[in-house]
């Protein structure tokens, strides 16, 4: 069975600060990880992934993530946050051999001027 | 940028009555998923779907959905006699490749059916 846990629910910071969104994840095989960001009324748009190699990849609109195995996170950062960073961002998880994706239950994002 | 369309965007319907939510993956694409989300809950898998036929579905996928492509470009979801508890958005979602096989690719997202059943 695989899992994601993204233990906050909201993250609230300054533009111009750093942002952390953080998640764990469970997985029995190799974990291929993900993080998505759903604006309102839109779909779920793909920032990055993690399949092998550098712990540290780097995505979509400024935004990194760093896969830590022995702590089995994936925590999605970005060094200057923006207004237009405020959204839903879900974390996700497919095992090696699984066609299906497993996702957290998002955590939302505010950034204020 | 090519993109997953969806339609309709809101679906109301009466509990017993057959819904169909349609999907457009991007045309190159070769997998195709749908998911659903129940309000406050996390997004769920529900299906997958290769070479015209289910690769995996979830114990959420009973007997009464089912999923078919019934041309080159329409990926649709059927659900035959709605029940309350299916009220949710539909995600329909697409990737290049054999994501079992071939290595992983992202699955690329549509803006999702609002289902409502009354």
């Known amino acids: 069975a695989q899992s994601v846990a993204q233990p906050e629910d909201q993250v609230n910071v300054a533009e111009g600060n750093p942002l952390t969104v953080k998640c764990t994840y469970s997985v029995s095989g190799n974990p291929y990880l993900f993080w998505y960001v759903q604006y309102p009324n839109r779909g779920l748009q793909f920032l990055l992934k993690y399949i092998t190699g550098d712990n540290l990849v780097k995505g979509s609109y400024g935004f990194e993530a760093e896969f830590n195995k022995s702590q089995t996170s994936f925590h999605l950062k970005k060094p200057s946050a923006l207004v237009s960073d405020s959204a839903l961002y879900f974390c996700a998880v497919r095992d090696a051999n699984d066609y299906k994706l497993s996702f957290g239950a998002g955590t939302t994002v505010t950034v204020r001027a | 940028e090519p993109e997953v369309t969806q339609t309709p965007s809101h679906q109301v319907t009466q509990m017993g009555q057959e819904v169909i939510l349609r999907c457009v993956p991007i045309s190159n694409h070769l997998y195709f998923y749908w998911y659903r989300q129940i309000l406050g809950q996390k997004v769920e898998f529900l299906v997958s779907?290769?070479?015209?036929?289910?690769?995996?579905k979830s114990e959420i996928f009973d007997d009464q959905f089912s999923v078919e492509r019934p041309d080159g470009s329409n990926f649709t979801l059927k659900i035959r006699s709605t029940k309350l508890e299916d009220s949710a958005m539909y995600f329909c979602?697409?990737?290049?490749?054999?994501?079992?096989?071939?290595?992983?690719?992202?699955?690329?997202f549509g803006p999702g059916t609002r289902l409502t059943v009354l």
């Open positions: 779907f290769y070479n015209n036929e289910i690769s995996e």
């Open positions: 979602a697409s990737s290049v490749i054999d994501p079992g096989r071939e290595g992983p690719d992202e699955q690329f």
